[in-house]
């Protein structure tokens, strides 16, 4: 066997405390930093959804009846009232030129025709039924309709440009 010197072995060498310090400061800050925005993801993800679902709420429309189908059913339907028109000649003896806005046909004596309570708005029964079956509002103005008691024998008056249009109704 070789002889031993006297020396002693080697010790290994301390790490430096001046460069671990600075790979420990590195890491931290990495995980400061990462945490960070970690913390700022999330947070600018709550903030988006808090502000959708509020506009979301804000823009909503006021919604129709909730049923399964958003249309008036037909013992509803069949209780609106309902009248046959007879029209009068206006000041300067012309007919009146309202249309229908759900077939787009003028309204002529005689017809069954439909005033909606809520809104006033004026329709051909067949047409407005047809609507009615399948919407619940005014194809008009979207007001909700509900069923009501008739008005029969009574007179319907429409202003426009101060001359006075009257709808008899039977």
């Not at 006297?6 to 301390?14: A, F, L, R, Y």
């Not at 013992?75 to 030129?97: I, Q, S, V």
């Not at 619940?136 to 440009?161: I, W, Y």
């Amino acid at each position: 066997m070789p002889a031993h010197d006297q020396s002693s072995p080697p010790t290994p060498s301390k790490p430096n405390p001046k460069l671990l310090s600075l790979f420990l400061k590195a890491i931290i800050m990495t995980l400061l930093t990462s945490l960070f925005f970690l913390f700022l993801g999330l947070a600018s993800a709550v903030l988006l959804l808090l502000h959708i679902s509020l506009s979301s709420q804000r823009h909503r429309r006021p919604s129709l009846p909730s049923t399964s189908s958003s249309g008036l059913p037909p013992r509803d339907l069949n209780t609106l009232p309902y009248f046959r028109l007879k029209r009068h000649a206006t000041k300067n003896g012309a007919a009146e030129d309202e249309d229908c806005v759900v077939c787009l046909d003028s309204f002529r004596d005689g017809q069954c025709c439909r005033k909606l309570s809520a809104c006033g708005h004026l329709f051909h029964k067949r047409c407005v039924d047809s609507w009615l079956v399948k919407v619940a509002a005014c194809p008009m103005c979207r007001a909700r309709v509900q069923s009501n008691v008739g008005t029969k024998g009574s007179m319907v008056g429409l202003e426009e440009d101060g001359d006075k249009k009257l709808w008899r109704i039977w």
